[in-house]
T-cell receptor
Framework: GENVEQHPSTLSVQEGDSAVIKCTYS??????FPWYKQELGKRPQLIID?????GEKKDQRIAVTLNKTAKHFSLHITETQPEDSAVYFC???????????FGTGTSLTVIP | GAGVSQTPSNKVTEKGKYVELRCDPI?????LYWYRQSLGQGPEFLIY????????DSGLPNDRFFAVRPEGSVSTLKIQRTERGDSAVYLC????????????FGSGTRLTVV
């Protein structure tokens, strides 16, 4: 089965700085990679995703990169704001069934 | 409904008891998923329904866990003889047809076994 690893487990940055979270996956058949933001006690919310036919996707301050050969993908948040503080999860899935395999999460703290 | 609804939001039960957790997916979504999220961990897949049938139940940890979706909409996750290790947040998600588009999570049920 798929194994997704995520680093770092905790990350603190100053407001305005960038934050990078990295994930690796093991199943070469995985072709969809979403990123979720989860605030304390709330549901996971999709913030950006990427499919295996592209290498990079950007949405305002958030970008995701994918290296299929190396089986790793990363989340980049620029100009961080205190409201970006949350736990971020990466995930990987195949088309079939679409159950997601999640990383263990990164707790991001943006210091004002 | 507008989103995926899960009830109850919190459930405290005694060890050995039986519990049922309910998920009401977005109207018209044929695919429904259950996940379990332990403290400090990512959600872990339990079971996937396409319509009324369980298309993949490979994530259920043991035979104390069972889920049904008799009419292809609401699903119930059933846990027998609960153990303290079952304490977690149980998340439900649905998607329109089993693809990643429109995949939406509910807010979860926090189960505490004492």
């Amino acid at each position: 089965g798929e194994n997704v690893e995520q680093h770092p487990s905790t990350l603190s940055v100053q407001e305005g700085d960038s934050a990078v979270i990295k994930c690796t996956y093991s199943d070469s058949a995985s072709n969809y990679f979403p990123w979720y933001k989860q605030e304390l006690g709330k549901r996971p919310q999709l913030i950006i995703d990427i499919r295996s036919n592209v290498g990079e996707k950007k949405d305002q301050r958030i970008a995701v990169t994918l290296n299929k050969t190396a089986k790793h993908f990363s989340l980049h948040i620029t100009e961080t704001q205190p409201e970006d503080s949350a736990v971020y999860f990466c995930a990987a899935s195949r088309n079939t069934g679409n159950q997601f395999y999640f990383g263990t999460g990164t707790s991001l703290t943006v210091i004002p | 409904g507008a989103g995926v609804s899960q009830t109850p939001s919190n459930k405290v039960t005694e060890k050995g008891k039986y519990v049922e957790l309910r998920c009401d997916p977005i109207s018209g979504h044929t695919a429904l998923y259950w996940y379990r999220q332990s403290l400090g961990q990512g959600p872990e897949f339990l079971i996937y329904f396409q319509g009324t049938g369980a298309a993949d139940d490979s994530g259920l940890p043991n035979d104390r866990f069972f889920a049904v979706r008799p009419e292809g909409s609401v699903s119930t996750l059933k846990i027998q003889r609960t153990e303290r290790g079952d304490s977690a947040v149980y998340l439900c998600a649905s998607s329109p047809s089993g693809g990643s588009y429109g995949y939406t999570f509910g807010s979860g049920t926090r189960l505490t076994v004492v």
